[in-house]
């Protein structure tokens, strides 16, 4: 039984269910959600944590956790669901038969925050990445094209892009193309600053979208799979 992500399930049990019943259990390493319930890794602030994991005694991580938490949690409390949340995940990895990773990258930060004992389950399997071919090189005119491929949220740069963009103000020879979605809030701000939304778009779509730039940013502000 493959499990590609086991947010929104409600328990971690399901690879235990699956062992007990005779499955094969197959587990994507689909984000850091089994480093911590943030699973962008992001502090309240939207900068980085730079944590390994979520760790019950690290002030920091309580911290963040608190952050989002209900009226009714305490420091002890978070303390000790962090606690059993570790204990649980080592319990999946032990069950888990298979741990696929999309890079060596990902396969690295998850030895590094549960031990090289994960080693020996981990296959590194990239992601799915249809051959678009090479765009072509885009033809220069008089003005820059920046475009900006992004569903655009906190945790994708949006702030951050917005505050670039405030510094870009002032050059007259600049166009900024957006290419995705964008939340409502980010939208308006977008037009506000003249910026040419295009909207969703389909992968087929991205190599004719990419050879319209002349730059192309991305501009994520977490560690993205």
């Known amino acids: 039984m493959h499990f590609q992500h086991l947010l ?10 699956a062992k007990r019943l ?14 911590c319930p943030i699973f962008d890794l992001l502090q309240p602030e939207g900068v980085p944590c730079g ?11 309580l911290r963040c956790l608190a ?16 606690a059993a949340r570790r204990d ?18 990902v396969k690295a930060k998850f030895e590094a925050a549960y031990g090289l004992e994960l080693a020996p389950k981990m296959r590194v399997i990239p992601h799915g990445i249809a051959d678009l071919g090479k765009a072509k090189e885009p033809t220069r005119g008089g003005r820059f094209r920046l475009g900006v ?11 951050m892009l917005l505050d670039t963009i405030r510094h870009l103000a002032s050059r007259r020879n600049l166009d900024i193309w957006h290419f995705g ?4 809030r980010y939208a308006r701000s977008l037009d506000a600053a003249g910026v040419q939304r295009t909207g969703v778009y389909r992968l087929e779509q991205l190599r004719q979208r990419a050879a319209g730039v ?4 991305v501009p994520s502000v977490y560690e993205e799979t």
């Open 214 to 217: 002349d730059l192309a940013l």
């Open 8 to 17: 929104d399930w409600g328990t971690l049990e399901l690879p235990a269910i």
């Open 67 to 82: 952050h989002d938490a209900g009226a009714e949690d305490t420091e002890e409390s978070l303390r000790d669901y962090l």
């Open 149 to 159: 491929f992004a569903n655009l949220t906190r945790r994708k740069g949006a702030d």
């Open 181 to 184: 979605g964008a939340e409502e």
């Open 22 to 35: 005779g499955a094969t259990v197959v587990l994507s390493l689909h984000d850091y959600y089994l480093f």
């Open 51 to 61: 944590k390994a994991f979520a760790c019950a005694d690290d002030p920091d991580c």
């Open 88 to 105: 649980k995940l080592l319990e999946v990895f032990l069950h888990a038969d298979v741990l696929i990773a999309p890079s060596d990258y």
